[in-house]
């Protein structure tokens, strides 16, 4: 509906941050003014205002990483099909707010509608099909194993933890939907980093996953300056893994080293085509594979 | 153990009850000849270092030199690498089936030479002549085996229909399994397509310059296996070189984390095995023999120098005492000394360095209040060695309960129900290994899925084989070694 | 040298060896072959063995055996080298505790006499060799044996008589009972009694306990002295099955009043092993460890060469030690395996290998 129709002021939403399943504002009581994208087609207009987001501080990204290992025991001990349902039911209640999150990625991207809105469904399709794949990863991923000895042997995949995940700046839902899922889907918990300059689509995401039975605090929102978020989360003793998407070379670059202090696994910024098959390496980069053995005997 | 209530002559007369003693049953040294000096084996050819530096390589167990052996240099590392790009063009060129091949020969070239190289391995290493003989050569071959199948069944390994090698991979290794360490590190890498640059580790060079032997016989083409020996620095030259494309290092997780800085920011895949400091949970319904066995086979074997190790048993209060008992008696019976000797069960620590360190954080144990306890064990007096000691009364706070030690040394903790086991064992930065002994197999299945380890064994311990992946959670590293999951690490994937 | 040397004073291969074992077999005469301390820790132990309910659920509740690390232990054991002097030792040990066995259906005075002979005077050529521990005969043969040890002089080894309806142990109880009684007064200086393998698998545990108890009392001899035979219990272990079973049957059976635990008749596909012989070691040892009472340890069937006999040897010196390392606490169970060892011992004693025509065909 647009304004120019109607005298009526428009309701502004207070787009706040998504920590343990709640909407806190940043600690700091930081914000920082989030514009349209400088080639917005239409009527949106160059750097038009969109709204204050908070401007999270290493305080905030403290919160987030408590919330996400206060989670990883019941979501990682979930059974697989229960949370692929959970999945399911965050596709569903995207696609309910298919026209709100088409707004706002155009507005961010600087697309027209048409194409804004096929963005976002791409990225329900991909929410999806990210869903199906929570009991059959460790179908693909897992092996029984033939050694010489009369052993019971299995390797299975586990979720590797807290993972931080820098989400990727110039796509600002279909890469964010596409680092999120692949992690929580095995059974991980995250601390996201929106992206920096477009960070409402991912504000928004959180109030459709507070909403969708997702537990609290399987997903942490986080908007403001990647490398201010960013580098203590790399240096965090209890994240045990972070994906570098959003970061560039040089921040990349001092982001691992952090993270070489606990020996994080670290998965490496690499161009990508968001809108392209993903495959399962981002599935596969956040397991560890546990092999469990047991003699055979009467 | 003698009950004075039994009035038998035949165990209250001392006269009658001499124990049966083992005679010395040495493995002879002559089936391995050593060169007095080695060089560096780059490009199918040993050389001298550049700088022409050396050092030497002693026995552990008597301190006897062994050979000299060449420290490689930075310019060293660069011809190492150097001859590895060279070859890996034609090498990754190969069909899977001749690279395969290729491995098949070197396997079976191990198993002709493996009474040679265990008793090398043996002299070089420390450890017992049993183990090298029946664990580490066995392995080193099957390790061969198993990746000689891949090399042409790549496609089907999950990784895509036409998964490509990385390129030059450097690849160091620590002086607790050498031949089997390199056997983990080389195989699936030459498998995947890839040449390697590897470096053995200090105090134990020699097996991998007689592997250099093993590619020499088998016809490997030059260049494809690079061996270059020298101490961490060389190691450090390899890692940070810009001309190879993978690094795979085991190791310690302080040089592990070291190596995850050097590469930060690099195109560089890495695969890290370290450090670990594995619970060995103990029931109150386990086969107790067997997890005696275990426990003995979990701390003792190799000098308790293994990154596995279970080094902290935890053990269900309600049997404490009954396990301790019996721990203790069966490691009265351990027989530590020479390793040549057949019957040896313990050998010599590895260093001098080495030994300095159990000391120290033995000390620290008595010093932090645990109660020690070792059996009577006469100890050689030249070589470096340890008794197999114990310690009781450690809590989660004592440094002999959070530190690898590397060494034969158990600390013993208790806890109470499962939910305490799992919470103490996991209540450690490593994540390597754990053991469970219960005859329950809920039980089993429940605590291995709780366990953050990425090798847990129930009612079995220490147990390796080339079809099962091994690696760790968090500071034990990541990428796994053996298996499919092992090809990986090698695969531009 | 990390390892202790061999004591000085015993020499490589010589006849010391035989005199150190001469005086080994002296099983203790008195029921019970224990204390009185030990008696009260196994009289506390009787309510376990008050009702089939009690006595199950004890065995049961025993801890269980991995089959896989039992066998692992077992077989590592197995890799142990004896070489020259413990050798010898080992192989004098050996014959020591030979139970030199013959029950066959075919069985004649004739052939028991040239046992015993053999027993006595295992290699004709070298008196330096100890004589065997027993002789075991089928119970209508033990007069005959008896006579025959003491006019070749070796009344010192003993006769072990099998009873109880050997090997299936498939008759009425009074018929066991009468077996037993009539070994004894035949001379039997040890009775071989199987179980009822039938009553154990089906879960009759006290009925077997029971049984065992019956026939301990009828080795009682009659002749006032208050002696008895020594009991041997032998369970089949390769019907048994599994390990479980084993630990159980020696438990039973050494509340039962068992003397010795056997593993096998020798009539059966799967004899003695070393997993399930290291088992019933580690039996006797956590029974004694509770009770006070050692009771000794007897692999039967299947061990027919030196190598083997030794390395049930060094399972018991490296679970037990020295004090089940006599003839009164293990024995052997066999015939071939002398033949064997009498061959190893003179390549030791030579130096070159010997052959089946310098021993002696009993």
């Known amino acids: ?219 942490n929102i986080l908007s403001g300056r990647t490398a201010e978020i960013a580098t203590p989360l790399a240096a965090h003793q209890d994240v045990n893994a972070i994906d570098l998407a959003g970061a560039d070379a040089e921040l990349a670059r001092s982001l691992e080293e952090a993270a070489a202090d606990n020996l994080k696994r670290v998965l490496r910024p690499q161009p990508v085509d968001w809108s392209a098959d993903p495959g399962t390496a981002r599935l596969l980069a956040f397991l560890e594979t546990k092999t469990v053995w047991h003699p055979m005997g009467v | 153990m003698t009950n004075p209530a039994i009035t038998n002559p035949a165990i209250t007369n001392p006269a009658l009850t001499n124990a049966f003693e083992y005679a010395p049953a040495p493995e002879s040294r002559s089936v391995v000849e050593i060169a007095p000096s080695y060089g560096l084996f780059i490009d199918g050819e040993f050389a001298e270092a550049a700088d022409g530096k050396v050092f030497k ?46 491995l098949f020969r070197i396997a079976r070239i191990i198993q ?246 159990i000391r120290t954080l033995a000390d620290a144990g008595e010093a932090e209040g645990a109660e020690r306890w070792a059996p009577e064990c006469e100890l050689p007096t030249s070589g470096y060695w340890f008794a197999p000691t114990l310690f009781t009364g450690v809590t989660q706070a004592h440094r002999i309960a959070r530190e690898e030690i590397f060494g034969p040394v158990l600390s013993v903790l208790t ?28 039980r089993i299945l429940w605590m291995a899925s709780k366990l953050r380890a990425g090798v847990v064994w129930s009612n079995t311990f220490n147990k390796f084989d080339p079809a099962s992946p091994f690696g760790g959670y968090k500071e034990s590293g990541y990428g796994r070694e053996g298996g499919r999951h092992g090809l990986e690490a090698y695969l531009d994937v | 040298m990390p390892h202790k040397s061999f004591p000085a004073e015993r020499p490589g291969v010589t006849f010391g060896y035989a005199r150190r074992y001469a005086p080994l077999v002296t099983m203790p005469t008195t029921v019970p072959a224990y204390g009185a301390e030990a008696a009260e820790r196994l009289a506390s132990m009787a309510d376990v063995t008050a009702t089939d309910g009690a006595l199950r659920r004890f065995l049961h509740g025993l801890p269980g055996v991995d089959a896989v690390g039992l066998q692992a232990r077992a077989a590592a054991l197995g890799t142990r080298s004896i070489k020259t002097t413990a050798k010898a030792y080992a192989i004098d040990l050996a014959i020591s505790m030979i139970d030199l066995t013959t029950l066959e259906g075919a069985d004649t005075p004739g052939k028991v006499r040239a046992l015993c002979a053999k027993g006595v005077s295992p290699d004709p050529t070298d008196r330096s060799v100890p004589k065997v521990a027993a002789i075991c005969v089928y119970s209508d043969m033990v007069a005959t044996a008896k006579q025959a040890l003491a006019e070749a002089g070796g009344s010192e080894v003993h006769v072990a008589s099998v009873a109880t309806a050997f090997p299936s142990g498939r008759a009425a109880l009074a018929v066991k009972l009468a077996d037993t009684r009539e070994a004894v007064a035949a001379g039997a200086d040890e009775i071989d009694m199987v179980i009822d393998r039938g009553a154990f698998l089906s879960g009759r545990y006290l009925q077997v306990f029971e049984e065992i108890r019956q026939v301990k009392e009828a080795c009682r001899r009659a002749d006032g002295s208050g002696t008895a035979a020594h009991l041997k219990v032998i ?81 018991v010196n490296e679970t037990l030690g020295a004090d089940w390392l006599t003839a009164d606490w293990f024995r052997f169970g066999a015939s071939s395996l002398l033949n064997d060892l009498l061959m190893q011992r003179q390549k030791l004693s030579t130096g070159r290998y010997s052959g089946p025509d310098y021993v002696t065909v009993d």
């Open chain 2, 57 to 102: 390589t002693v026995s552990p167990s008597s301190e006897e030199t062994l050979s000299e052996v060449a420290q490689a240099g930075a310019e060293d590392v660069d011809r190492a690498v150097k001859a590895a790009r060279k070859a890996f063009g034609k090498w990754s060129a190969l069909p899977g089936a001749e690279r395969a091949k290729y």
């Open chain 2, 415 to 442: 806890f109470r129900t499962p939910e305490e086991a799992v919470a103490k064992a996991n209540n450690t930065p490593y994540g390597l290994s754990a053991g469970i002994w219960t005859e329950k197999g809920s």
């Open chain 1, 1 to 219: 509906m647009s304004d120019d129709r109607t005298e009526r002021l428009r309701v502004l939403k207070t787009y706040k941050l998504f920590v343990g399943g709640k909407f806190p504002r940043s600690e700091s009581g930081r914000v920082y003014e989030v514009t349209t994208a400088t080639s917005a087609a239409g009527a949106a207009g160059k750097d038009r205002w969109l709204a204050n987001a908070p401007l999270s501080s290493r305080k905030d990204a403290r919160d987030a990483v408590v919330a996400a290992r206060k989670a990883f025991g019941g979501w990682s001990g979930a059974t697989a099909y229960n949370r692929g349902q959970i999945l399911y039911r965050v596709a569903e209640m995207l696609e309910g707010r298919r026209g709100q999150f088409a707004r706002e990625v155009g507005d961010a991207e600087g697309l027209g509608k048409s194409k804004a809105a096929a963005v976002v469904d791409a990225a329900i399709d991909r929410w999806v099909w990210y869903a199906g794949w929570s009991d059959k990863v460790a179908q693909i991923a897992g092996a029984a194993n033939p050694v010489a000895g009369p052993y019971f042997n299995l390797s299975t995949p586990e979720p590797t933890g807290v993972v931080a995940v820098l989400a990727p700046q110039e796509s600002s839902f279909l890469g964010l939907v596409s680092v999120i899922a692949p992690a929580i889907v095995t059974g991980n918990t995250t601390v996201v980093v929106a992206s920096e300059r477009t960070p409402l689509p991912a504000l928004s995401l959180g109030e459709v996953l507070a909403t969708s039975d997702l537990p609290g605090g399987v997903v």
């Open chain 2, 112 to 357: 002709e030479r493996s009474r040679e190289l265990a008793v090398l391995e043996s002299l070089d290493n420390g450890k017992p002549i049993r183990e090298s003989r029946d664990t580490d050569l066995p392995l080193v071959a099957a390790h061969f085996f198993y990746y000689a199948g891949w090399a042409d069944k790549l496609k089907y390994a999950g990784y895509g229909d036409n998964p490509r090698p990385l390129g030059v991979a450097g690849q160091v290794i620590p002086w607790n399994f050498p031949l089997l360490m390199l056997a983990w590190k080389i195989a699936p890498a030459l498998a995947a397509g890839n040449t390697v640059v590897l470096k053995p580790a200090e105090t134990t060079p020699l097996s991998a310059l007689f592997f250099a032997d093993v590619c020499r016989q088998a016809g490997l083409p030059k260049g494809v296996v690079n061996i270059i020996t020298g101490d961490g620095s060389t190691g450090a030259e390899l890692v940070a070189h810009p001309g190879i494309d993978k690094v795979a290092f085991t190791g310690s997780t302080e040089v592990g984390k070291a190596i995850a800085r050097t590469v930060a920011g690099t195109e560089k895949k890495v695969t890290l095995e370290l450090g670990g400091k594995a619970a060995n949970i103990v029931f109150d319904d386990a086969p107790i023999d067997q997890a005696v066995e275990g426990i003995v086979g979990g701390i003792f074997f190799n000098q308790g120098h293994v990154c596995c190790a279970g080094s902290r048993l935890l053990v269900q209060e309600s049997i404490q005492d009954e396990l301790l008992d019996a721990l203790k008696r069966r490691m009265r019976t351990l027989r530590v000394g020479d390793p040549l000797d057949k019957n040896t069960d313990i050998g010599a620590i590895n260093s001098a360095e080495q030994l300095a360190r």
């Open chain 3, 235 to 315: 369970f089949e272990t390769g019907e048994l099955q599994t390990y479980d079973n084993v630990r159980r049957a020696s438990w039973l059976a050494m509340l039962a009043g068992a003397d010795f635990i056997k593993t096998s008749t020798g009539k059966v596909a799967v004899n003695a092993t070393p997993p399930v012989t290291l088992l019933m070691l580690e039996a006797v040892r956590d029974f004694r460890d509770t009770t006070g009472v050692q009771v000794g340890v007897k692999p039967a069937g299947g061990i027919r060469t030196s190598k083997d006999a030794i390395k049930y040897l060094v399972l």
